[in-house]
């Protein structure tokens, strides 16, 4: 299926297990393979409240992408914890799964 960019910005996120991240804000792509390498995220709620900044979410993390929502990880939740102790990039221990807070 092939989903228009203008569909994708604003797109509902959320996790495996249906926990609210936010929406897409905006993607990367990468020129030379075009493909898209990397959403931000504009968190919602508690998330914002523990992050206040972007999230950087690699297509790996991405399980599903629909014109209704993007579904990501459930590890994608422990990296905004992880992020505000580090604020850098993150890379969960034992999985390709990684973000980072966009200053």
């Keep these: 299926m092939l989903i228009l960019s203008k569909k994708i910005i604003g797109l509902r996120v ?14 990367v792509i990468d020129n030379e393979n ?3 390498t990397t959403f931000y995220i504009r968190p919602h709620g508690i998330v914002k409240g523990l992050v ?3 999230l ?7 399980v599903s992408l629909n ?5 990501v990880d459930d590890s994608s939740e422990i990296i905004e914890e992880r992020s505000e102790k580090y ?17």
């Design 14 to 27: 959320e996790t495996v297990s249906g926990n609210f991240l936010g929406h897409i804000k905006e993607f």
């Design 34 to 36: 075009i493909f898209v």
């Design 52 to 54: 206040g900044e972007d």
């Design 56 to 62: 950087k979410i690699s297509k790996t993390q991405v």
């Design 67 to 71: 014109e209704n929502k993007m579904v």
């Design 87 to 103: 604020n850098d990039d993150v890379i969960v221990e034992g999985s390709p799964i990684s973000a980072s807070i966009i200053e």
